[in-house]
C-alpha cells in the first residue's frame, strides 16, 4: 500500500520546537524539564506515597504493591495518588522534586529514618523487590535471567508505546512508513517473548516474578486487547504462550485489583482513581453507578 501522505520533510539545519504539531499531547510535550507551577504532593499515612496514572508503566507499581500485600507484608501499605498526566500534574513542583523526569510512576518511600525517592517503573519494581525480598530470585543465574526480563521491558516498550502506540492510535495523521517499521517490531518482540514462553511457566522460569509483573501490563495488554485497539492489526492470535501467560496474570487478584488503582479511564466500575486502604476497592465496588470525580 502506498503511503498516502506524499509531502517530503526536510529538516532543518537546526532543529526549533514547534508548539502546535504535538497532536494531542501538544499542551504537555516541551523540550526542556523542570517544573511549570508549584504544586505541592499529598501525603498520606503509609510507608508509601505513590504518585501515578493506571498506564502500563504505572500498574506495574500498582500490581506490585497489591501482591507484596497479598503475600502477607503489612509494610508494602501505599497511599495511590492519581496523577493526570494529560493536564500536567508530572510537571508540579512537588513531582518534579520526586522524579525529575517528570514521567510516572514516582514512589517515596518513609519507611525509614531517611525518606527515599525511586522512580522509573523498573527501578521501583526492583527496589520493592529487595526491601521485601520476593519476586526477585537469590540463587545468581534464576536472577540473572528474570534481571534480564526486566530490562529487556524497559528497552523494549518504547517501541512498543512511543513508537508503535504513538503513530497507529495517537499520531496526528496515520503515515504507513512509522507504522510499518514500528508494527514490525513489535511482532518481533512478541514473538521473542512467545518462544521464552513456549519453555517456561512465566518469563524468568518457574515462578512469578518481577520479570512478569514488568512486562504483563505492556505485552500482555496488548494480546488481551487493552493497548490501541490493535489487537486484531498486529494478529495477535499467533502468539499463543504470550496468550496463556497472559490470561494467567489476568486472573490473579492482586492483578485485578491493580489495575484499577489510579485509573481514570474506561468503565467506572475498573477506576480507583485514589488508594489509601485495601477496603477502597469494596468501596468503589458499591459506587460503582456513581459518577466519577474529577
Known amino acids: 500500500m502506498a503511503d498516502t501522505n ?12 514547534d508548539s502546535e504539531n504535538g497532536g494531542q499531547f501538544a499542551n504537555i510535550n516541551r523540550p526542556v524539564s523542570g517544573p511549570t507551577h508549584e504544586q ?7 510507608p508509601f506515597q505513590l504518585y501515578s496514572l493506571a498506564t502500563p508503566n504505572g ?6 504493591l497489591e501482591e507484596l500485600l497479598a503475600l502477607g507484608f503489612s509494610a508494602a501499605e501505599y497511599d495511590a495518588w492519581l496523577i493526570r498526566i494529560n493536564k500536567g500534574d508530572q510537571f508540579g513542583s512537588g513531582f518534579v522534586e520526586v522524579n525529575p523526569n517528570s514521567k510516572i510512576p514516582a514512589l517515596m518511600d ?12 523498573g527501578s521501583i519494581l526492583m527496589y520493592l523487590a529487595e526491601k521485601f525480598g520476593v519476586l526477585l530470585p537469590t540463587e545468581p543465574a534464576a536472577r540473572a535471567e528474570c534481571l534480564s526480563w526486566l530490562f529487556w ?3 523494549s516498550a518504547p517501541y512498543l508505546g512511543g513508537g508503535f502506540g504513538h503513530f497507529y492510535a495517537y499520531a496526528p495523521t496515520k503515515m504507513e512508513y512509522p507504522i510499518n517499521r514500528f508494527a514490525m517490531e513489535v511482532k518481533r518482540e512478541l514473538d521473542v517473548l ?7 511457566r512465566y518469563v524468568g522460569g518457574d515462578d512469578y516474578s518481577i520479570a512478569d ?6 505485552y500482555g495488554g496488548l494480546v488481551l486487547g487493552q493497548l490501541y485497539d490493535a489487537a486484531e492489526f498486529l494478529a495477535v492470535h499467533e502468539y499463543t504462550h504470550v496468550l496463556r501467560w497472559a490470561n494467567d496474570i489476568a486472573k490473579r487478584p492482586a492483578v485485578i485489583r491493580g489495575r484499577m488503582v489510579n485509573r481514570a479511564m474506561g468503565p467506572l466500575a475498573s477506576q480507583l482513581h485514589e488508594r489509601h486502604d485495601a477496603s477502597d ?3 468503589q465496588t458499591q459506587d460503582k453507578l456513581a459518577p466519577a470525580s474529577e
Open 40 to 46: 505541592v504532593l499529598p501525603r498520606g499515612k503509609h
Open 153 to 155: 521491558q524497559m528497552g
Open 194 to 200: 512467545d518462544k521464552r514462553l513456549a519453555e517456561s
Open 6 to 17: 506524499t509531502d517530503t520533510y526536510t529538516p532543518p539545519k537546526v532543529w526549533t520546537f
Open 281 to 283: 476497592f469494596a468501596t
Open 59 to 64: 500498574v506495574k507499581v500498582t500490581v506490585m
Open 213 to 218: 509483573i514488568a512486562i504483563w501490563p505492556w
Open 110 to 121: 518513609y519507611s525509614g529514618s531517611k525518606p527515599i525517592r525511586v522512580f522509573e517503573s
